[in-house]
Structure formats: C-alpha cells, structure tokens
C-alpha cells in the first residue's frame, strides 16, 4: 500500500511559477511510476505528465515546455515544477502512482491517489 501527500498548491499570477510535491509512503517510491492530472470545476480529469521508474517524462502537449515532472527516489517524492502558469492552468492537482514501473496517461490505470491540492493562477 502507498499513501500520497500533495503539497506545494496555491495562488499565483499568471506567468508565475509553483512546484508541487507529492510525498510517498507505506513502500519504497523508486520502482513505481508516477503521474500527475490535474480537474478544474466542472472538467473531468484530465492527464498533465507522468514520470517511469527510469526517470522518462511525458506530458500533455498544453503543458510541455512549461511543466516538468521530476523524482528524488532517496525521499520518496516527486515533483511538478510549474513555470509560466496560465488562468487555464487552474485546477486540482493531483498526484498518483501506479505498482509498476512504466508510465500511462490514463486515469484508471494508476493504483494510488494522493489527496488533491489547489493550483489557482489569476490573470
């Protein structure tokens, strides 16, 4: 079992920055996959990058360039580092892991959640 802990969220001007993290525990973090997805009111969840037990990225083209998606296996964390934030970034963030080591986009195919922590960007 792996239990998820976001924190990092807040409120920021548009072309600011933030960086979330998502802190694992119950089992060692570093042969696991992780993602990020992000659900704004009224939206459904939506994918934003996910990072394999090798350290490859992948992101959703609105974010690529942007975000960056990054792990410290010693601490069990990885980040969401989030740079020139836009309105339409605003969100619930989302962290989530899965039990195997390769990455997906979907949704269902992650095993644990974290809790969701608030990203709101003004314009």
């Known amino acids: 079992q792996v239990q998820l802990v976001e924190s990092g969220g807040g409120s920021v001007q548009a072309g600011g920055s933030l960086r979330l993290s998502c802190a694992a525990s119950g089992r060692s973090f570093a042969s696991v996959a992780a993602g990020w997805f992000r659900q704004a009111p009224g939206k459904e969840r939506e994918f934003v990058g996910t990072?394999?037990?090798?350290?490859?990225?992948k992101y959703v083209d609105s974010v690529t360039g942007r975000f960056t998606i990054s792990r410290d296996n010693a601490k069990n964390t990885v980040f969401l580092q989030m740079n020139s934030l836009k309105p339409e970034d605003t969100a619930v963030y989302y962290c989530a892991a899965r039990e195997v080591g390769y990455s997906s986009e979907i949704a269902h195919e992650y095993d644990y959640w974290g809790q969701g922590t608030q990203v709101t960007v003004s314009s």
């Open positions: 990072i394999n037990s090798g350290r490859g990225t």
